[in-house]
């Protein structure tokens, strides 16, 4: 079956750094994604992990550890606009198929 | 790069009514996608194309959901009869091939059958 776990919601203030937690247990693995999406928006790409470790991007960082089924998401110097919802999503073996997770929806307070 | 678009945006309908979604993938991209979006399901994948053929249709939720896709710009998503309970955003989306390209998202439509 498919399981990606993530938190509901996080608070976090602006200008802190923040991290959001994704496990999974999926029948296949072809790399993890996150999505960033704003209220009334549509999803939009902000990572890939396929290997073990970090992967840095400006204010935002992903980690993988494929052994361990986990990932997460590390945000920097928080922004007030940072405040969205946050998309764990596994790429199935046939490299077409993304599994999502709830998502875990950051607020960002002054 | 148009993106991908969604037509209509909005959609109000009347229980019992067909309504059809349409998208326009991102030109080169081989790979469509609809999902739905509800706030207890989350989102959920209901069907992709690859080539504009069909390859996993396991999560149309019933027979009064179908979707084709005749030529690789374009796509439709079709609910008859629709009920209250398909009120949700629905997400078309496009890839090429190759594991380490994400998803392109198109605006989405949000539909409401009252």
Partial sequence: GQNIDQPTEMTA?????VQINCT?????????????QHAGEAPTFLSYNVLDGLEEKGRFSSFLSRSKGYSYLLLKELQMKDSASYLCAVMDNQGGKLIFGQ?????VKP | DAGV????????TEMGQEVTLRCKPISGHDYLFWYRQTMMRGLELLIYFNNNVPIDDSGMPEDRFSAKMPNASFSTLKIQ???PRDSAVYFCASKRTGANYGYTFGSGT?????
């Fill in chain 2, 81 to 83: 009869p629709s009920e």
């Fill in chain 2, 110 to 114: 949000r539909l409401t059958v009252v």
């Fill in chain 2, 5 to 12: 678009i969604q037509s209509p945006r909005h959609e109000v």
């Fill in chain 1, 13 to 17: 203030t602006e200008g802190a750094i």
């Fill in chain 1, 24 to 36: 999974y247990q999926t029948s296949g693995f072809n790399g993890l994604f996150w999505y960033q």
């Fill in chain 1, 103 to 107: 998502g875990t929806e950051l607020s």
